[in-house]
């Protein structure tokens, strides 16, 4: 296709669900016309109506013409780059209109993503980049801001639910099981589902889901003096899973930030969950294992706190101690909950066993899959993305529906600390 300067591509067309997409209008902004072939293409498989502009001076000039509901942007072009094309589109904007624009980026670096997001971009891409996680990007910005992107509306208000996953010693699976949580409760519930990673020194989420070194975290959240949920939506990552992730920090010295800016302002980190809350129906956090003043304050704002053990002496002598803790701290019993992983796993220590050592009924179970888990863990793509029907998919997703169902219906959330 030896696309002119502007050229259109005329929708609707049905998208693999047969459903007629055809108010939603994506411009392509990008001179290279693979690029272009491969956009065109995979938009159209899904539905949209698409346009094409093959410099940065054109997608200005299209973008007011068309009134597009997306803009893909491309960053280096002729005539006027990405960067300018962006503000001159964001300049224009009237009426409180506001559409999504997302930067396709040659490389991962954190200098070249902010400036696009000052330029007034809402996310972006690096290319080369698979056709799942741009369509996972792209109904989540259409999703936010109100458009349809299915036979359902998105726009609806919020749960606003927050969880905390705490695991009272290392190895239990307490990432393991928030992640696939997660994309089950995005996946089977069709819930906004955002994943704050609060380990802050030594955050497996980036290892888990193969994610960039390069992408933005909490620090950048932290370091922001009017941080304001558009601000915060753009620091966040999309997963092809579709679920959205605010990422620890990438080293334990970038930590230390977080941690002091809590410190001096706690304001900063409840503005944080408090965003988060606004913005999905459930925001899982991942903490580490030690109860210090960032974890106490996640705790305190969250509706309730998910304890994750094994049927292991060692653990269950943690798991006694972490709940002696919450409650001299004043967090009501209905606030914590126990999950008990690997529940079919031989340990000598039965569930009445726990229970009784404990003083208290274990809430929720999942069973042992250790050759899933694991394999799903060194690939990087979560068993509930990629094998959902396996006996561990099928555990968690049974968990997942509990979840929904204790928060789903109005005045079900525990009582907060």
Do not use: W
């Amino acid at each position: 296709m030896d696309a002119p300067v502007c050229a259109r591509i005329i929708g609707p067309f049905p998208n693999q669900l047969g459903v007629s997409m055809a108010a939603i209008k994506v411009l392509v902004v990008d001179d290279d016309l693979n690029i272009q072939r491969v956009l065109v293409f995979t938009l159209k498989q899904e539905g949209y109506e698409v346009h094409v502009a093959s410099d940065g001076q054109a997608g200005v000039e299209m973008a007011a013409a068309i009134g597009p509901d997306l803009v893909l942007m491309d960053v280096t072009m002729p005539v006027l780059d990405g960067y300018a094309a962006t503000q001159q589109i964001r300049a224009a904007e009237t009426d409180g209109r506001r559409v999504p624009i997302i930067m396709l980026t040659a490389e991962a670096d954190v200098e070249q993503r902010v400036k696009g997001l000052r330029a007034g971009a809402d996310d972006d891409i690096v290319k080369p980049f698979h056709p799942l996680e741009l369509m996972a990007r792209i109904k989540a910005l259409l999703a936010r801001g109100g458009t349809a992107v299915g036979p359902v509306a998105a726009a609806r208000s919020t749960l606003g639910r927050l969880m905390t996953f705490y695991g009272a010693k290392g190895g239990v699976g307490t990432t393991t099981i928030a992640i696939n949580t997660a994309i089950a409760l995005a996946k089977r519930h069709q819930r906004r589902v955002a994943l704050f990673d609060a380990n802050l020194q030594f955050g497996d989420m980036r290892v888990f889901l193969d994610l960039s070194l390069d992408s933005s975290s909490v620090v950048n959240a932290v370091s922001e003096p009017d941080l304001d949920g558009d601000l915060l939506r753009k620091l966040m990552v999309t997963h092809h899973a579709g679920i959205d992730l605010l990422l620890a920090p990438p080293n334990p010295e970038q930590g230390d930030i977080v941690a002091e800016r809590q410190k001096s302002d706690p304001g900063s980190v409840a503005n944080i969950l408090g965003l988060l809350r606004a913005a999905y129906d459930y925001t899982l956090v991942d903490t580490s294992r030690t109860i210090d003043d960032f974890t106490l304050q996640v705790f305190d704002e969250s509706d309730v706190i998910f304890v994750i053990m094994t049927a292991d002496l060692s653990c269950l002598k943690n798991v006694r101690l972490a709940l002696e803790t919450m409650d001299s701290l004043g967090f009501e019993r209905t606030k914590v909950r126990l999950v008990l992983n690997r529940s079919n796993a031989y340990t000598g220590i039965n569930v009445d066993n726990a229970e009784s050592a404990l003083g208290r009924r274990i809430d929720h179970q999942v069973i042992n899959e250790y050759r899933g888990a694991i394999s799903a863990l060194n690939s990087g793509e979560p068993f509930m993305s990629a094998r959902p029907d396996t006996p561990l998919g099928q555990s968690v997703s049974k968990f997942a529906d509990a979840v929904d169902a204790s928060f789903a219906s109005a005045g079900a959330v525990p009582a907060r600390g």
